[in-house]
């Protein structure tokens, strides 16, 4: 725990130095761009291996498949609820801050945001499976590569002795990802600098990138507002009502990976140290 809270620490000098770096220096603190790319890059490339073998040993753990009915049942509702009530809040921000009122657009929608329009429920079942998983891999399609896994593994807890040799393989693969994800975690102070200090430096620096804030202030306070009630009043709420945790604990035992978030800009980035902190510092069962 001692050598966590170290290493929270020096992630958030990486933080602050990478911001004042980044605002002082502009342009130059590009020369370290690749450092944070290539920091980036290594939490990606966990991310395919992590999944497939956390999913599998976490539904082989259940024992008998039976009991995902109820697991799944659970997991379900509470993701539609939740992204409901996210819904729900983001109305409502949007209505009270009205932040396009008055703006034009002086550029074209772009393509992957007009063609989200057209995405319905028939585009939304197609998406848990795919042809081709190794594409979709390439591709980082994490929906089918979930549902694989789970199917995966649902079938290995009704194969007998073959399929337990065959769990132990994944077991043992998913402890190595693990403590390959605590390896690169202590490069993360350095690759958080250079993310920081490059994204902030290709904006122009300070005042290049405080100009272009003013410019979307509005739209910017209303998307962290909003964020804001989600993460702080609504997921607190649950936490302490439905799971009786203390929201401040959990938090707290949360923050490489919200540092991680918060550096990177990348949930797929941050997914590897985010359930390494769900697992292991919030002992919550795999």
Request: one cysteine or more; hydrophobic letters at 55%.
């Amino acid at each position: 725990m001692k050598n966590n809270n170290i290493l929270l620490y020096l992630m958030l000098i990486g933080i602050s130095m990478g911001g004042f770096c980044g605002w002082v220096f502009g342009r130059e603190m590009l020369i370290v761009d690749w450092i944070g790319e290539m920091f980036l890059d290594t939490l990606k490339m966990l991310v395919i291996p992590l999944i497939i073998s956390s999913m599998i040993v976490g539904i082989t753990g259940l024992g008998d498949i039976r009991k995902v009915g109820k697991t799944g049942t659970i997991t379900l509702v509470y993701f539609l609820s939740t992204s409901g009530i996210a819904v729900l809040v983001g109305i409502v921000v949007v209505n009270i801050m009205q932040p396009g009122l008055g703006v034009e657009l002086t550029t074209d929608i772009p393509a992957k945001v007009s063609e989200k329009a057209s995405v319905g429920i028939t585009d939304i079942l197609q998406s848990f499976v795919t042809p081709n998983l190794f594409h979709s891999m390439a591709k980082m399609e994490i929906l089918p590569i979930i549902m694989f896994s789970l199917v995966f593994g649902g079938v290995l807890t009704t194969l007998g002795d073959k399929g337990k040799l065959v769990i132990s393989v994944f077991d043992g693969i998913n402890m190595a990802i693990m403590k390959i994800v605590h390896i690169v975690m202590y490069f993360a102070p350095l690759g958080v600098f250079a993310l920081v200090a490059s994204k902030l430096g290709s904006a122009g620096g300070g005042d290049l990138f405080l100009a272009e804030l003013l410019k979307i202030g509005k739209f910017a306070a209303t998307v962290i507002l909003g964020l804001a009630i989600h993460a702080l009043l609504t997921l607190p709420a649950i936490l302490y009502f439905v799971a009786k945790k203390n929201p401040l604990t959990y938090f707290k035992n949360m923050s490489q990976a919200l540092t991680t978030a918060l550096s990177t800009a990348s949930s797929a980035a941050t997914l590897p140290v985010t359930i390494e902190c769900v697992a292991e510092e919030n002992n919550i069962s795999r």
